[in-house]
């Protein structure tokens, strides 16, 4: 089993920032994949960014060069930073864990198997 619990959620103007952490605890396995998603209601879950146990990551085109997602193993979180934030950003970002060796560091969505109860960013223009 592996919880997953997000901060850092919030409302920000068009070109702020964020910083959403993933608290992760219980038991790690030595391959894994997590990563960040966003769902907007009546949208499907769009993937965000993801990262591997090898500390390979993979970002959807829409946040490259504004999100980066790092791993921080000594208080065992997964951060997102986020940058020059859009109107279209505006989501419930969830964190997700997925067992084994990934093919690529951002999976579909339901290849994952925990996930975060999620933490609302809103930006305003």
């Known amino acids: 089993q592996v919880q997953l619990v997000e901060s850092g959620g919030g409302s920000v103007q068009a070109g702020g920032s964020l910083r959403l952490s993933c608290a992760v605890s219980?038991?790690?396995?030595?391959?894994?994949?997590m990563g960040w998603f966003r769902q907007v209601p009546g949208k499907e879950r769009e993937g965000v960014a993801g990262?591997?146990?090898?500390?390979?990551?993979s970002y959807n085109d829409s946040v490259k060069g504004r999100f980066t997602i790092s791993q921080d193993n000594a208080k065992n979180t997964l951060d997102l930073q986020m940058n020059s934030l859009k109107p279209e950003d505006t989501a419930m970002y969830l964190c997700?864990?997925?067992?084994?060796?990934?093919?690529?560091?951002?999976?579909?969505?339901?290849?994952?198997?925990?996930w975060g109860q999620g933490t609302q960013v809103t930006v305003s223009s």
């Open positions: 990262i591997d146990s090898d500390g390979m990551t």
């Open positions: 219980g038991n790690i396995d030595s391959a894994y994949y």
């Open positions: 997700a864990y997925g067992i084994g060796t990934a093919i690529a560091a951002l999976r579909p969505w339901d290849e994952y198997n925990y």
